[in-house]
């Protein structure tokens, strides 16, 4: 397991005291606020990002991992500070949900320009079941990893992990084994077991007490990684 939720990159105002799932005007009004890091140069590989998010009643439902929605808000932050910077116009957004497929749903989409259809993924699907499946949406982003051979490949999982897939341990396996880079962002809850113990998956837990921004960070820097950041001249 590796941790992106440190270094500079990850530096500067948070979004102010709250916690995941808590919506006020005063988190809203800070947004503009926030200071994600550098974003970089566009990266000799490109880049498809592909993110699953998990809409369960254990996530949205009152009293969940994140009633109000807050997930959506942090993706759209970090997505949209690292698209106004894209030059090359390589680099692709995928979006899907844990009742993937549904109206949801965003193919790759070019980061540069392609902001309007993004954000269209950025809520919960009207047509969605709110399942705890992770299986389904791993499956049809490993279809897009493959069709994309040229990508560095970045998948992304927003869920608490409270699966009920059939083989949750086989789930899990699976995205660990994921071509290029798995990241876990863990809602509030315990970070499972085998992929803590896991060096491929990257993992970012997003705990009560954390203040807001810190999902935005964590999609920050998976979004970035890549990326190059000139060196500071001396």
Partial sequence: MRHLLS???LSGPLFGEGRL??????????LASVRL??????PEMPVIFIATADNSGSVVSVGGNDPCGNRFQEMRLAIE????????GNDLVALLNFDSPNSGDIPPTPLRNGMATIERGLAMPLDGSGCSLLGPSLAQARRIADQHPNHHVVFVALSDFQLFDGDVTGVLQAFANFPGQPHAVVLRSAVPQALADDPRVVVSPVNPADPPGTLAKAVFAALTATRRVPSRKR
């Fill in 21 to 30: 799932g808590v919506r006020s005007a005063a988190v809203d009004r800070t």
């Fill in 37 to 42: 890091g550098p974003v970089g140069k566009c």
């Fill in 81 to 88: 500070a690292v698209a106004r910077r894209c030059k090359c």
């Fill in 7 to 9: 270094g500079p990159q």
